[in-house]
Nanobody, 115 residues
Framework: QVQLVESGGGLVQPGGSLKLSCVAS????????MNWFHQAPGKERELVAT???????YYEDPVKVRFTASRDNAKNTVYLQMNSLKPEDTGVYYC?????????WGKGTLVTVSS
């Protein structure tokens, strides 16, 4: 059974940091590119960061420099370190795995950036 389980969300003040985790099971994690998506309240889900099976990373402009994606294939886990958080980073963060047209989604973890 395929599972992607996110954790690490919560309430943080502007300028603060959070580290999200996503634990995968049921598929060959090391062969999959892993993505983090963000869905702000009332908006579409959008890609924020990608980490390839070879560890290469890509970030959308709004999070460049502030967010860092990493993975530990031995633990079947992908991470998103989020620094200098802004109120507009508020929303649900989803973990997504993809390889050769196969796509898996987690259920998301809520991040709220507010004073």
């Amino acid at each position: 059974q395929v599972q992607l389980v996110e954790s690490g969300g919560g309430l943080v003040q502007p300028g603060g940091s959070l580290k999200l985790s996503c634990v995968a099971s049921g598929f060959p994690f090391s062969k999959f590119a892993m993505n983090w998506f963000h869905q702000a309240p009332g908006k579409e889900r959008e890609l924020v960061a990608t980490i390839g099976s070879d560890g290469t990373t890509y970030y959308e402009d709004p999070v460049k420099v502030r967010f860092t994606a990493s993975r530990d294939n031995a633990k079947n886990t992908v991470y998103l370190q989020m620094n200098s958080l802004k109120p507009e980073d508020t929303g649900v963060y989803y973990c997504h795995g993809t390889s050769l047209g196969t796509n898996y989604w987690g259920k998301g973890t809520l991040v709220t950036v507010s004073s």
